[in-house]
């Protein structure tokens, strides 16, 4: 779910990368990105339905860590320690939050 979520972003950003209009590749992009957009939101109304609500909103910050592996790996953006250490600190928080 949340993976799917930082795809979508991928997908959006590199649409809005693109010149705007009905094109190829910006619609590719927009339309991967918009899908997996909507799934995730679906599977997230669906765990929302077994599991409180004050579990599965905070740990939809998973998401940050997808997208900070996504950007690293396939645009090329720059790892910092500040940013490990915030991805480190989500962990630890999803840790608490479900246990």
Do not use: C, D
Request: charged share 10%; net charge positive; proline share 3%.
């Amino acid at each position: 779910m949340t993976f799917l979520g930082a795809l979508g972003g991928y997908y959006l950003k590199k649409a809005a990368s693109q010149r705007i209009g009905l094109h190829v590749p910006f619609l590719a992009f927009f339309a991967a990105g918009g899908l997996l957009y909507g799934v995730s939101a679906v599977l997230n109304i669906i765990v929302l339905q077994q599991l409180p609500y004050t579990v599965v909103f905070p740990l939809t910050s998973i998401t940050y860590i997808w997208t900070f592996l996504l950007s690293s790996i396939l645009l090329k953006e720059t790892i910092t320690r500040k940013k490990i250490a915030g991805v480190l600190f989500i962990i630890i928080g999803s840790i608490f939050l479900v246990l």
